[in-house]
C-alpha cells in the first residue's frame, strides 16, 4: 500500500521508528520499495553522489525532475520526497511554487526545504494550501555551507539547540509533516524530538530521533570520496563492483567471456549455407 504523511505521523504516534533513505534511479528505488522503506528522498546529494560535483549548488530542478521520474517509476509503495535545489525556492514564492510543481509533477509526494525564516513559513504555507506536502530540514543544511563555514556539528550548546528548536517549532506550525535533523548531539536531537508533535528523521542525529536517514551509496560503500564519522557500511559495493569488472576485463582479454553459455548459435542448416558462402569467396 501507497505510503503517504500520515504513515510517517502514525508511526511516531505509535512510536515505531520511521526509515528513509536515498535513491536517485529506477533500479535503487525499486530494491528499497521491496525491502518497504518507508520513505525515499531523491536528495539533492545526487549532485556529488552521481554527478561528481563538489557540492550540492549546481543541480537544477530540471535535472532533478530526471531523477525523481526515475525513481517514481521504480518506487510502488514508498513516499517519495525529492529535494529543493539550491535557490529553487529562495527568490519568490511563485517561482518556488512554480518549481515545486516540477517535482510533484514529475513523481515525487512531497518536497524537501532546507532552513527555517518568515520567508521560508510563508513558502511552506503556500505550498500545503497547494497541496503540497513540506519535510522541514534543520541543523547542518548543507545549501547553506558556505554561511555555516564548513560541515560542523550544528546544535552543540544550550542556546544552539533552542533556536534550532524554535526553528522546528516554526516549521511544525507551518504545517511541515516532519523535519529532517542533520548532524547534531544525540542529546540536542533527542530533546527537540519529544517536543515536537511531527516525527524528526536524524542523519548524523543520534538514536533518539523518530526515524532515520542516510545516503544508500554511503552505506552500500559505493560512494567513497569522503565518510562521514555517521555512516556505517553495510556491505562494500566499491571493492564488490571493482573485483568484478576486474574479472571481467580478464575473461575478455582471455578470450573466456562471451563464452558458448552467454552466445548465440545458427541452425546447422545456416551454418552449411555459411560454410559453403566462406568456400566459395
Ligand atoms: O540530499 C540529501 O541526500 C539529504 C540528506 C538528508 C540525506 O538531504
Given at each position: 500500500?501507497?505510503?503517504?504523511?500520515?504513515?510517517?505521523?502514525?508511526?511516531?504516534?505509535?512510536?515505531?521508528?520511521?526509515?528513509?533513505?536515498?535513491?536517485?534511479?529506477?533500479?535503487?528505488?525499486?530494491?528499497?520499495?521491496?525491502?518497504?522503506?518507508?520513505?525515499?528522498?531523491?536528495?539533492?546529494?545526487?549532485?556529488?553522489?552521481?554527478?561528481?560535483?563538489?557540492?550540492?549548488?549546481?543541480?537544477?530542478?530540471?535535472?532533478?525532475?530526471?531523477?525523481?521520474?526515475?525513481?517514481?517509476?521504480?518506487?510502488?509503495?514508498?513516499?517519495?520526497?525529492?529535494?529543493?535545489?539550491?535557490?529553487?525556492?529562495?527568490?519568490?514564492?511563485?517561482?518556488?511554487?512554480?518549481?515545486?510543481?516540477?517535482?510533484?509533477?514529475?513523481?515525487?509526494?512531497?518536497?524537501?526545504?532546507?532552513?527555517?525564516?518568515?520567508?521560508l513559513i510563508k513558502f511552506i504555507q503556500r505550498c500545503i494550501e497547494c497541496g503540497i506536502p513540506v519535510l522541514g530540514h534543520l541543523g547542518l543544511t548543507p545549501q547553506l555551507l558556505?554561511?555555516?563555514?564548513?560541515?560542523?556539528?550544528?546544535?552543540?550548546?544550550?542556546?544552539?539547540?533552542?533556536?534550532?528548536?524554535?526553528?522546528?517549532?516554526?516549521?511544525?506550525?507551518a504545517g511541515a509533516f516532519a523535519i529532517v535533523l542533520e548532524l547534531m548531539p544525540s542529546e540536542s536531537a533527542e530533546y527537540i524530538t519529544a517536543n515536537l508533535t511531527i516525527p524528526?528523521?536524524?542523519?548524523?542525529?543520534?538514536?533518539?530521533?523518530?526515524?532515520?536517514?542516510?545516503?544508500?551509496?554511503?552505506?552500500?560503500?559505493?560512494?567513497?570520496?569522503?565518510?562521514?564519522?555517521?555512516?556505517?557500511?553495510?556491505?562494500?559495493?566499491?571493492?564488490?563492483?571493482?573485483?568484478?569488472?576486474?574479472?571481467?576485463?580478464?575473461?575478455?582479454?582471455?578470450?573466456?567471456?562471451?563464452?558458448?553459455?552467454?552466445?548465440?548459435?545458427?541452425?546447422?542448416?545456416?551454418?552449411?549455407?555459411?560454410?559453403?558462402?566462406?568456400?566459395?569467396?
Open positions: 500500500m501507497k505510503k503517504t504523511v500520515n504513515t510517517f505521523q502514525k508511526l511516531k504516534d505509535n512510536q515505531e521508528k520511521i526509515v528513509m533513505l536515498t535513491a536517485y534511479d529506477y533500479s535503487t528505488a525499486q530494491v528499497l520499495d521491496e525491502a518497504e522503506i518507508d520513505g525515499i528522498l531523491v536528495g539533492d546529494s545526487l549532485a556529488m553522489v552521481a554527478l561528481g560535483y563538489e557540492n550540492t549548488y549546481d543541480i537544477t530542478v530540471d535535472e532533478m525532475a530526471i531523477f525523481i521520474k526515475a525513481v517514481a517509476r521504480g518506487a510502488k509503495n514508498s513516499f517519495i520526497i525529492a529535494d529543493m535545489p539550491y535557490m529553487s525556492y529562495n527568490v519568490s514564492i511563485e517561482q518556488g511554487l512554480e518549481n515545486a510543481s516540477k517535482m510533484i509533477k514529475a513523481g515525487a509526494n512531497a518536497i524537501k526545504i532546507e532552513g527555517c525564516n518568515e520567508y558556505n554561511t555555516i563555514g564548513g560541515y560542523k556539528v550544528q546544535g552543540k550548546t544550550a542556546k544552539n539547540i533552542d533556536m534550532i528548536y524554535q526553528n522546528a517549532k516554526k516549521l511544525e506550525e524528526t528523521i536524524g542523519i548524523g542525529a543520534g538514536a533518539g530521533c523518530d526515524g532515520q536517514i542516510v545516503v544508500t551509496d554511503d552505506i552500500m560503500g559505493k560512494f567513497t570520496d569522503f565518510a562521514p564519522k555517521f555512516v556505517k557500511k553495510y556491505t562494500n559495493l566499491h571493492d564488490i563492483v571493482l573485483e568484478s569488472v576486474k574479472k571481467y576485463s580478464q575473461e575478455v582479454k582471455d578470450g573466456e567471456f562471451p563464452s558458448q553459455k552467454e552466445s548465440f548459435e545458427l541452425t546447422e542448416e545456416e551454418k552449411c549455407k555459411l560454410e559453403k558462402k566462406q568456400n566459395i569467396l
